[in-house]
């Protein structure tokens, strides 16, 4: 592909729920307030379990947000995914008027979340009591969420739902920057929901990979993950497309990479060779040597391996030295691993960083691990200059992606802070 | 724009395990649809789907490695192995960065996200099995694809109901075009499960058909579709890359488009429109005009609305071919899954390779609600050129693709 015809990508408009916010200045708040949306699941029974905390959003009636016909036969997770779309698309000043007749596409990325409606109904068959009505099911498919925003906006462009777990919605954001990128799509919705279920609460204590207090990435004291939930939705456009509506801009997609570390389903490469590799692949791709990152957003889950391996892969990429300047914090000890929609919560956060020059908090980083000895920033956020930033997301499989963002671009073509 | 060319196929089908097996049985029209004897359908309002009998994955896998893979995985590997080797790519000594895993899939492993949650409500939080979570998620055959040949290019999976396999296909172009890797492995799994059919039987959208003296069975037209599972894998690389190699080209991708209808899931008679959209612009980005199209890959499946959507997007594209419109409803013989896109494409570039059109029917058939067998027109001989293949889902979404007779097989 010619390099001239390539448009840049900027990101214009953030939805986002979490358990810290329930909204983009709410989620901003807690950001970089360092609150910690991790306490007692009161969505299904965690007795029984060696954990029972996750970062769960707290309305647990979600169709408060939308009128009642608008809620048929959706399930938590699209909620959770629509009311992010919703403000998105308000904070990206995208009304009807201005995206009518454009090739708007929605890449989303997606978890388990939509097996919430499906235990219901498992539960009840299994059982054989009362037993739920099938029309739950319709939710259940992967692209439920990705379809109902599409036709809710009547949104006419490609659609595609990417499901590789844990990096789903950062891979998700990555092909819409390539949709933007070479002109195919005007507008990209894109981002990822999740909601939490008994299915992967049950998975990951039957792996002992969940801490039974509230995660602690980077800490030795770290005894795992805590699940979460919640979902971010991203408004990626053409730099021209976004100067020419006046629109906001938070930050500029720079690139981003994906590979797979092809070693095993469950544990990373203990040499690092994918993590590192998926993170030099992307400064390639977004034309940046390494000296011009001052932010890594973490994948950062707070389990032993992870968080040591991940350390690794750093200091490959920006050497021993440079990673010690460098600003890396995990958003997962606030809002917890929220799945398939962590890569697009935490692009979200990098993304705000980059447009407040703040970087976020790791929180409960007590006791330094000698394994993790980067600079996690722990508990509080921190003012500095962020030029660019990287995003990583590693999976389940082995699936890694690395997101790369930088500031602005300012009307004469420098580089500068939001709009 | 890089040209991405076809130089392997790997079919685990209802129609036949391994591509010449299934080639053999496609051309023969001869259905994959069996009475199900691997769970209790006693309960249920159907017995038949395009389920596979006969795949064993000691013939592709050592035991060690297929022993903790759900049967996606086995068959996606499986198929995997099979389009390698067809490419004739020595995956020991190319840079296995630079291949890449694109899959499409509707659920992945359903058996392994059920037999995982119904051991967890048997024997509580504390004896689920994680051997068995891992294996729940979507992504988990393309994982286990690039671990058994050790890639380490980009990988990833979509899921988008039935139309999985076609976003998978336009993201491997994708990443061919941006030069993010030089050989893709593209494909489409899904695998039957108790599961899986008990909840459609259970929403009341398969085909309430069961299967008669000597196994004889006779799908109601518009009576809903009926499941099946497989999986095939490609490998698509760009033509100067397989020039390169003097790899043998099986097809050409000419042009993949998906569009999104933008109305209310369901409402396709009333909103028609975007599949012959999509197709309209795989056919002008293809540079082939409608009557340059030597044949028609549709994705009817026996559902009433889709198969009528079918048709009326089909005869608005096609007006001059009137009522001699002849389509390859390939799901007819095999069922229909997320990956099966996979498939019928496998069967396309079969085609076009060994120049012998598919067996077609009248597309008239797709209007008509009656039991009689169908009538597949078989052994016709004509040159292929060019073959467009449809895809849409109940939900929205509509995908053309068009593939060509590579230049170098001489039928172009």
Same mark, same amino acid.
């Given at each position: ?24 200045? !709410? ?7 360092? =609150? ?17 905390? =996750? ?32 403000? !998105? ?70 659609? =595609?739902?990417?499901?590789?777990? *844990? ?46 207090? *509230? ?65 030099? !692949? ?89 394994? *993790? ?7 509080? =956020? ?19 992606? *690395? ?17 | ?37 691997? #769970? /209790? ?13 006969? #795949? ?8 060690? %490695? ?100 076609? %976003? ?17 492995? &593209? ?21 309430? &058909?069961?299967?008669? /003296? @000597? ?8 009576? @809903? ?12 690389? $760009? ?20 569009? $999104? ?45 889709? /198969? ?13 071919? @009137? ?54 027109? %078989? ?34």
């Amino acid at each position: 592909m010619a390099e001239q015809n390539l448009q840049r990508v900027v990101v214009s408009g953030i939805g986002i729920i979490t358990s810290i916010g329930e909204s983009l200045p !709410a989620f901003r708040q807690g950001l970089f307030n360092g =609150a910690c949306g991790i306490g007692p699941v009161t969505l299904f029974d965690t007795s029984g379990f060696p954990c029972q905390l =996750a970062a769960q959003v707290q309305h647990e009636n979600l169709k408060f947000f939308f009128a009642p016909r608008e809620t048929k036969r959706m399930s938590r997770c699209d909620l959770l995914g629509l009311i992010a779309a919703r403000e !998105a698309f308000s904070d990206a000043s995208l009304t009807p008027e201005v995206y009518e007749g454009k090739a708007i596409s929605v890449i989303l990325g997606a978890g388990a979340g939509s097996m919430l409606s499906w235990e219901h109904y498992r539960r009840s068959t299994y059982s054989g009591k009362a037993r739920t009505r099938p029309s739950v099911l319709l939710s259940v498919p992967q692209c439920t969420l990705t379809d109902s925003i599409a036709n809710r906006y009547r949104l006419c462009g490609h659609r =595609a739902t990417i499901a590789t777990a *844990c990096s789903s919605s950062a891979t998700a954001i990555g092909y819409g920057f390539d949709l933007i990128r070479s002109g195919d799509s005007d507008i990209v919705v894109t981002g990822g929901s999740e909601s939490l279920t008994e299915l992967t609460f049950a998975g990951f204590n039957s792996l002992r990979l969940m801490d039974s207090g *509230c995660c602690r990435p980077f800490d030795k004291n770290r005894r795992g993950l805590s699940l979460g939930e919640g979902a971010a939705m991203l408004m990626l456009e053409s730099y021209e497309h976004a100067r020419k509506r006046n629109a906001t801009v938070y930050a500029e997609v720079l690139g981003y990479a994906v590979n797979a570390d092809a070693y095993n389903m469950t544990s990373p490469d203990p040499e690092a060779a994918g993590m590192s590799a998926v993170m030099a !692949a992307a400064l390639v791709k977004a034309g940046l040597s390494m000296d011009r990152v001052d932010y890594i957003n973490a994948h950062g889950t707070g389990t032993q391996i992870n968080d040591a391996i991940e350390t690794i892969a750093i200091k490959k990429v920006f050497g021993n030295r440079h990673a010690l300047s460098i600003a890396v914090s995990s958003t997962k000890s606030m809002v917890g691993h929220c799945l398939g929609a962590s890569g697009a919560i935490e692009a979200a956060a990098t993304v705000l960083a980059i447009a407040e020059q703040i970087a976020p908090p790791t929180l409960h980083v007590d006791t330094p691990d000698p394994a *993790c000895d980067l600079d996690y920033v722990p508990g509080m =956020a921190r003012k500095q200059p962020i030029r660019t930033a990287l995003s990583n997301s590693f999976a389940f499989g082995g699936n890694n992606t *690395c997101l790369v963002f930088g500031r602005a671009p300012m009307p004469n073509g420098k580089k500068g802070c939001a709009l | 724009m890089t040209d991405s060319v076809i130089t392997g196929i790997g079919v685990i089908s209802s129609l036949g395990v391994g591509r010449e097996v299934f080639w053999r049985n496609c051309m023969a029209a001869r259905p994959g649809l069996k009475k199900i004897t691997g #769970f /209790d359908t006693s309960a249920l309002q159907s017995d038949v789907a395009g389920w596979i009998d006969d #795949f064993n994955p000691a013939q592709f896998l050592p035991q060690m %490695t297929y022993r903790r893979m759900s049967r996606a995985s086995q068959m996606a590997v499986a198929a995997s192995i099979e389009a390698l080797d067809d490419s004739g790519l020595d995956i020991t000594i190319i840079d296995k960065s630079r291949v890449a895993v694109i899959m499409g899939t509707a659920y992945g492993s359903s058996s392994c996200i059920d037999d995982f949650f119904t051991g967890f409500l048997r024997e509580g939080p504390r004896c689920a099995n994680p051997f068995l979570f891992s294996e729940t998620v979507p992504n988990a055959p393309a994982s286990h694809i690039a671990m058994f040949h050790r890639i380490t290019g980009p990988n990833t999976t979509f899921c988008q109901n039935m139309l999985s396999f076609e %976003t998978a296909l336009l993201y491997a172009q994708n990443i061919l075009r941006n030069n993010n890797a030089d050989i893709v492995l &593209v494909g489409g799994v899904d695998e039957l499960s108790a599961e899986q059919y008990a909840c459609y039987d259970a929403l009341g959208c398969i085909n309430k &058909v069961k299967a008669g /003296d @000597g196994g004889r069975i006779l799908p109601r037209p518009g009576g @809903g579709f009926i499941l099946g599972e497989g999986a095939a894998v490609l490998v698509m690389e $760009g033509r100067e890359y397989a020039r390169r190699r003097k790899a043998n080209m099986r097809g050409m991708l000419k042009s993949v488009t998906t569009v $999104g209808g933008g109305f209310t899931p369901g409402q396709h008679r009333k909103q028609c429109g975007q599949l012959s959209h999509a197709v309209s612009i795989a056919a002008k980005e293809a540079g082939i005009s409608p009557d340059k199209i030597d044949q028609i890959s549709i994705c009817a499946n026996f559902s009433r609305e889709l /198969d009528l959507f079918e048709y009326n997007q089909l005869r608005a594209f096609f007006k001059s071919r @009137g009522d001699t419109l002849a389509v390859s409803p390939l799901k007819y013989l095999m069922g229909d899954f997320g990956g099966a896109g996979a498939v019928r494409a496998a069967a396309v570039l079969l085609s076009l390779y060994l120049q012998q059109p598919l067996p077609t029917l009248s597309a008239e058939v797709l209007r008509v609600d009656s039991v009689s067998p169908l009538s597949w027109n %078989t052994g016709s001989s004509c040159t292929t050129r060019a073959v467009l293949m449809t895809s849409a889902t109940l939900t929205g979404s509509s995908a053309g693709i068009i593939f060509t007779a590579a230049e170098e097989c001489g039928a172009a």
